[in-house]
């Protein structure tokens, strides 16, 4: 069993930044994919953007240029660093682990784009 801990949600003005971090704990692979979602109300889930153990990352098209995803191996964490955020940026953000045929996901964390 995998364990993801995700933090760093918040409240925001338009134009301002905010860093997410997502933490895996438990049976640990070396090769794997991790990822981030998001889910806003009334709206599907969607690909923000994700990574794998060596590769470079990628994103969805509506965060390019301003989103990016980072990993650190030896922590076994991804961070996620948003910057420019808009008002349609607000959502729920859930953290995506995929290794041996198996998907973990964290608990969510909220982030909300408001004057």
């Known amino acids: 069993q995998v364990q993801l801990v995700e933090s760093g949600g918040g409240l925001v003005q338009p134009g301002g930044s905010l860093r997410l971090s997502c933490a895996a704990s438990g049976r640990i692979f070396a090769i794997y994919v991790m990822g981030w979602y998001r889910q806003a109300p009334g709206k599907q889930r969607e690909l923000v953007a994700f990574t794998t153990n060596s590769g470079s990352p990628k994103y969805s098209d509506f965060v390019k240029g301003r989103f990016t995803l980072s990993r650190d191996n030896a922590k076994n964490t991804v961070y996620l660093q948003m910057n420019s955020l808009k008002p349609e940026d607000t959502a729920v953000y859930y953290c995506?682990?995929?290794?041996?045929?198996?998907?973990?996901w964290g608990q969510g964390t909220q982030v909300t784009v408001s004057s």
């Open positions: 995506t682990r995929s290794q041996e045929g198996n998907d973990y």
